[in-house]
């Protein structure tokens, strides 16, 4: 071998050397010094303009970014202040007049005033910009008319005043039980007029004004870094009004779709938090990292729609029987595995107060007591063969195994599987072209109603043709309602039709499986899942 | 005279003669027994060697190690691997053999007409080939599960629309370069046509590449036979392919490592068999072999 | 020689027009023809809001419309704005991921070459032998053990146990390296395979064994000849490979988390992000284009009787 040789190998081996030696520290060991928070969050975010986008981790950025008229606590969801420091409720319960603090300013020191907020609700429910959760402001007086542009419905019949800088007043269509926990939902959260009007974003979508050095936000934090399919980083906010407070020098957000990888760059220390963890791993994950992997309610149930235009699931009984035969114990226990409840009803339990009665159960025996009921009511020597429909993923598809499983071992039922894209899914669950197709459903606040309405006739996301007029009838008067004890009563009659009918078979409620390092402090687990950064700081437990 | 012989004359003693170095092939022959033997157990084992059901779930048996009962372990759902490692070779060796056919013969019969035609035909064609390349392969297996529904047929279309273009692109090049050469040209003087010069100058002298590229293009089938499984058109579930059972095993290797190995094993074994098998073929076949 | 070449590369950009503009076009109306739009989700939106974002983005127009205003936008080099991606524009997607996906690829390729030509030449050179049997055993191992299964093994072995690079993230330069590693012995094994195919093929035609008989040493035969004739497959099975690799993987992005081409490519089709889609297959396409012409130029330089066609 010459010397070239010798000296190349030689160079080869020291650099492997240098780099088995050198190792940097980690971001999880730096984090009580740098106090800069590392967090897993699913999906590169489809945008950081709070009226255009629709998703979770859109949610978690722009919440470190913008500050609604009011907070949440972080252990309990109750309302708090936030740009509002005080608010009163008129006696019919429709006009709620806000204080706004004098100390709220926007990131660029700008004051932020009743009108930035008018501006805003006029922003997003202008239908020009073609907001899709513009509906969520549909409670106001008038927006719905104003969102659908219809001739004559102005601005000036939209329910929204500015009294003066610092006194807006937002007038109702109805009294709503649940708008205060509306205006944390980012719809209802500020822009920044000047930034707006600059690329003229008023109007038009996908302008450049979300980014860093041009977004101007009133939240703890402001945007600093943001590298598509990589990180955005945001940094303290110095005018926030209780800037004082936050102890974060800074967060990082991950957009890792991948759980696998999710959950290795947490072992190695480079994130604090996963948005999720591979169901495969839990059982390892607990053991060798019992005080790290957290499991959380959240509000969310997982079920399987039941199309009942199709033969024969047009048979209240097969429906029933489907659903009395799935052993969810076995279920959650063995494939979820992440201390899922099992659901016999679909709200999940506790959701703004209600827990609904258990009108399902695991009974095989009354189970194939239907199905030979409906064999020899209709004539039948089988029943007709049913298909399960998911989108492609790892866990819908050991889920529909097993109760493929189920169902032919109990009922001795012919069941197919069909696997589709996400997009094609959609397609056929919104075109009612399949037999019994996965779904899973997060409420989007904490009341009954986020779940229940879903089912009302010909409701865009009943997709299983179902209707019932009583159905419709006791969610119409839970909405119309402020008393408390009646709207219950309404919402578990609901549950009780949902499990004599049987559109939906519920099979467990969720629970976000994580990891988290047990140096971030002031994290509280929550129904919702929100977790508002200001409380937020990294120290050793 | 060239080497580049045309075995014209005397076909059959040709072939004979290849089967008889084939026969002498040591890794050829192993490569034979090899393959067979594992054919065999996907084929007769999962009625044969195991009273497990590829299907039959048993949820609080799920991921147990390999033991006397499950010889390969079991899955999240309890099922026994083996016989579904077995079941799933059905499915990869079907896939695996049907659609490499389809790539090949589509792939030479298009690259050797384009190469040989030249000029603009051959301008066009090969047009069509990046088009197709280029073409979005996602929407296109979409468009296809849209429009005809989940069938297995459809697999070896997606598949084969793919899979050939590279073989086509090879093919070409080889012709270009023989077509011009001495025999061919010969071959021309003497008054022979297109389809004969191709079908009995041109093609044996492109097996050796074909052989080659045909034999890497089993195990690119049938991985990609688990990616088409994602959009909906591959293997329906509970039946399982090798490139599936590899796919799902893969993140577990750490956890789960009989989820991985078996399945890896057989999928491995079967690729080195075909390989030797490649190869001695692609040996016995050489028309300047007979010489030697 | 210079002349013709030159008329030949012409005559081929010429080609790649209309090719370029059949493929957006068929690609335009694929995408439109699958199921499902860039703004369905799992919640329904109400009606009157979906009208209002399809006004927004001219979804309303009739398709043929629609189609003429994008091809006129596409011929005045503007891709127009991702769907999906609200508030960035398709040329600046690419424009941020492609660098990184060329240099993982170009790493890669790099690594396939160094490790797959020399092993596939020695394999031929001693055929039947270990220095046959270890190299294209190692190389069907590699072929075998798809980037899916070879990148959580690599992760494994040198970030798990041995922690000595990050197991995902494109943050430093050693980032760079198990992920060129995994893609580039997968491409070194094709490569080794083919080599060697090509040059077995080739060292049994009369002008080598003339040359060698004529004592010239093994080196120069391999070399000045062999080589030559030999890497005609590879060099046609290197054009897409090529294409394919800067254009970025998706499995290797996904798994090592890279902000590459690659995850633009695939969940453009699966968002329905029609702008995307046609963005990055017109990028693919002129990639594949150029590189398919380099490939054929190869050919002909490698192969003195074969001329540009």
Known sequence: MNRAWCRAFTSAGLLLFAVSCHRPLTHVESGGRDQVLHLGNGTEPQGLDPHIVTGVPEHNILSALLEGLVTEDPRTLEVRPGVAESWTLSPDRRVYTFRLRRTARWSNGDALTAHDFAYSFRRI??????????????????????????????????????????????????????????????SFWPVHPGTLERFGAFAKRGTPWTRPGNFVGNGAFELREWRVNSRIEVAPNPHYWDASNVALKGICFYPIDSADTEERAYRAGFIHRTQTVPIHR???????????????????????????????????????????????????????????????????????????????????????????????????????????????????????????????????????????????????????????????????????????????????????????ARYDELIRKAAATDDTAARLRCFHEAEEILAREVPVVPLYFYVNVTLRHPTVQGWHPNVLDHHPYQHVRLQAP | MSTHAAPDAGGASLWRDAWLRLRANRMAVAGFVLFGLITFLCLAGPSIFTQHAFDQTQLSEHFRGPDRNHWFGTDALGRDVFVRVLKGGQISLAVGFLATAVSVILGVAYGACSGYAGGRVDMVMMRAVDILYSLPFTIFVILLMVMFGRNFILLFVAIGAVEWLTMARIVRGQVLSLKHAEFVEAARALGFGAPRILAHHILPNLLGPVIIYATLTVPAVMLLEAVLSFLGLGVQPPMSSWGLLIQEGAEKMDIYPWLLLFPALFFSAALFSLNFIGDGLRDALDPRAAKD | ??????????????????????????????????????????????????????????????????????????????????????????????????????????????????????????????????????????????????????????????????????????????????????????????????????????????????????????????????????????????GPAMAGLISGSFVIETIFFIPGLGRHFVNAAFNRDYTMVIGTVLFYAVLILALNLLVDIVQAALNPRSRLE
């Open chain 1, 282 to 468: 839990i059982d390892d994950l607990r053991r060798r990292r019992p005080g790290e992997i957290r499991f959380e309610t959240y509000l969310g149930t997982y079920f399987y729609r039941l199309n009942i235009t199709k033969k024969p699931l047009d048979d209240a009984r097969v429906r029933r029987a489907l659903a009395l035969a799935v052993d969810r114990a076995a279920l959650v226990s063995n494939i979820t595995r992440g201390g899922q409840q099992p659901a016999f009803h679909f709200c999940p339990p506790g959701t703004g107060g209600f827990t609904a009665p258990s009108g399902l159960k695991f009974d095989v025996v009354e189970a194939r007591r239907l199905i030979a009921e409906y064999l020899s009511a209709t004539g039948q020597a089988r029943v007709p063969p049913i298909e399960i429909l998911y989108n492609t993923s790892e866990s819908h598809k050991v889920i529909a195994e097993a109760i493929q499983g189920m169902w032919r071992d109990q009922l001795g039922l012919d069941v197919k599987l069909l696997n589709q894209e996400w997009k094609v899914y959609l397609d056929s669950v919104t075109q009612t072209n399949y037999f019994t197709s996965r779904a899973g459903w997060i409420g989007d606040y904490n009341d009954p109603n986020t779940f229940l309405d879903m089912w009302l006739t010909g409701g865009g996301n009943n997709n299983t043709g179902w209707s019932s």
């Open chain 3, 1 to 238: 020689m210079q002349a013709s070449l030159a008329r030949f590369i012409l005559t081929r950009l010429l080609q790649a027009v209309p090719v370029l503009l059949i493929i957006a076009t068929l690609t335009f109306f694929m995408v439109r023809l699958a199921p499902g739009g860039p703004f369905s989700g799992e919640k329904k939106i109400p009606e009157e809001i979906q009208r209002n974002i399809e006004a927004h983005y001219g979804f309303d127009k009739p398709l043929g419309e629609q189609y003429l205003r994008y091809m006129g936008h596409l011929l005045q080099g503007d891709l127009g704005p991702s769907f999906k991606y609200v508030g960035w524009d398709v040329t600046e997607l690419i424009g941020q991921s492609f660098p990184v996906s060329l240099q993982l690829g170009a790493f890669a390729m790099l690594i396939a070459l160094a490790v797959g030509l020399p092993a596939g030449v020695i394999a031929a050179l001693r055929k039947n032998t270990a220095a046959d049997y270890i190299p294209m055993g190692l190389a069907m191992v590699g072929i075998c053990l798809p980037t899916f299964v070879m990148g959580p093994l690599l992760i494994l072995l040198f970030s798990s146990k041995l922690g000595w690079f990050s197991p995902m993230g494109w943050y430093s330069w050693r980032d760079l390296v198990l992920p060129s590693l995994t893609l580039g012995l997968y491409y070194a094994a094709y490569i080794a395979r083919l080599t060697r195919g090509g040059m077995l093929e080739v060292l049994g035609q009369d002008y080598l064994r003339t040359a060698r008989a004529k004592g010239a040493s093994t080196t120069r035969v391999v070399f000045r000849h062999a080589l030559r004739g030999a890497l005609q497959p590879v060099v046609a099975f290197l």
């Open chain 1, 125 to 186: 429910l202008n239908p020009a910009l073609g907001a899709q959760y513009a509906y969520m402001l549909h409670v106001l007086r008038g927006a719905r008319a104003f969102n659908k542009g219809k001739a004559g419905a102005g601005w000036e019949g939209v329910g929204v005043e500015v009294l003066d800088d610092h006194t807006l007043r937002l007038t109702l269509e109805n009294a709503t039980p649940h708008f205060l926990e509306l205006l944390n939902h980012y």
